[in-house]
């Protein structure tokens, strides 16, 4: 008969295997995080793949607003409370230019050994600050969660009309988790 360690090396062995240098090194991410679901998660979790180290900035109450051109539902306190179980280390980036923060965060020795890297979810693939970032280092994008959208949450359940947010709540939605008609044409709901 088989022991449990025997099995839990089996299990082990169907594992995809991790990149050379793995447990060396560091992902940066930086984000939003306002009414964290399951994409963000999926996300955070998969940052794993890349390295052992994780690192997210969040964007403060108001660069987010200068950002989206809307108020935050949770404060960063909470955002970065929510973050926090997935990564190893936060920080605040007051500005919507996250450029300083990240090359504060990246020591010149992670760049010179190959030891960090970016990642973040396929979203928004002209990130602010991505030519120094790959410029220095690897960036990896990490596919979306289907149907995941905080625009769409925040349509749902704070609009002012309740008339929006039925039809938010059962609008068809895109591949990035935004409500669409029947056209594929983006539908425009005032939270």
Known sequence: KETVEDLIEEVNSYKPRLPPGWENRKVYT????????????????????FGAYIVAGIHDDESYYQLKKKYTIDNLETRMKNVKPYVDQIYVIPSTDPLL??????????????????????????????????????????????????????????????????????????????????NGNVLKFQA
């Open 30 to 49: 930086i984000g939003c995080f306002d009414l964290f679901h399951r994409g963000h998660q999926n996300v955070l979790v998969s940052l794993r793949e």
């Open 101 to 182: 923060y990240i090359k504060s965060m990246v020591s010149d020795q992670d760049i010179a050994n190959g030891s960090c890297c970016y990642a973040r979810g396929d979203d928004m693939l002209n990130f602010p600050g991505r030519e120094w970032v790959e410029a220095h280092m690897p960036v990896h994008f990490v596919p979306r969660t289907e149907g995941c959208s905080s625009t769409l949450i925040r349509t749902i359940y704070h609009a002012d009309s309740a008339e929006i947010r039925e039809k938010a709540a059962f609008a068809k939605t895109r591949y990035d988790g935004k409500p669409i008609d029947e």
